[in-house]
């Protein structure tokens, strides 16, 4: 998949771990700076099955512009759109979606 320049990409929110592709250096120390280690490309972050944990993450990712990928199931920006429709997050958001591998449309919600 092509991701968006200077970007951080939330590519899974549902389990254990968050993660995230970044390929800002000035976004990852951001990212690196807020918990998470750079692992194979990614910047990943455990948060086991702690729901405020995943809620307080969301609104950090929320107020740094991150795009929250969307898909199948519980996708990202899934999980966004549910946590705002329940009042444990506010505000618009932004999600990234592939039409082709080589292909991405951003949006906002």
Same mark, same amino acid.
């Given at each position: 998949?092509?991701?968006?320049?200077?970007?951080?990409?939330?590519?899974?929110?549902?389990?254990?771990?968050?993660?995230?592709?970044? =390929?800002? !250096?000035?976004?990852? %120390?951001?990212?690196?700076?807020?918990?998470?280690?750079? $692992? +194979? &490309?990614?910047?990943?972050?455990?948060?086991?099955?702690?729901?405020?944990?995943?809620?307080?993450?969301?609104?950090?990712?929320?107020?740094?512009?991150?795009?929250? =990928?969307? !898909?199948?199931?519980? %996708?990202?920006?899934?999980?966004?759109?549910?946590?705002? $429709? +329940? &009042?444990?997050?506010?505000?618009?958001?932004?999600?990234?979606?592939?039409?082709?591998?080589?292909?991405?449309?951003?949006?906002?919600?």
């Amino acid at each position: 998949m092509r991701f968006p320049k200077g970007e951080m990409v939330v590519l899974d929110l549902a389990g254990d771990v968050v993660r995230v592709h970044c =390929s800002s !250096g000035q976004r990852a %120390s951001l990212l690196l700076g807020n918990g998470f280690v750079e $692992e +194979n &490309g990614e910047y990943v972050r455990q948060i086991g099955n702690d729901v405020t944990s995943q809620k307080e993450l969301t609104r950090w990712l929320m107020s740094h512009e991150a795009l929250f =990928s969307e !898909g199948h199931g519980w %996708s990202p920006a899934a999980l966004v759109d549910h946590f705002r $429709e +329940n &009042g444990w997050v506010s505000g618009r958001f932004r999600t990234i979606g592939w039409v082709a591998p080589d292909q991405f449309v951003i949006g906002a919600q």
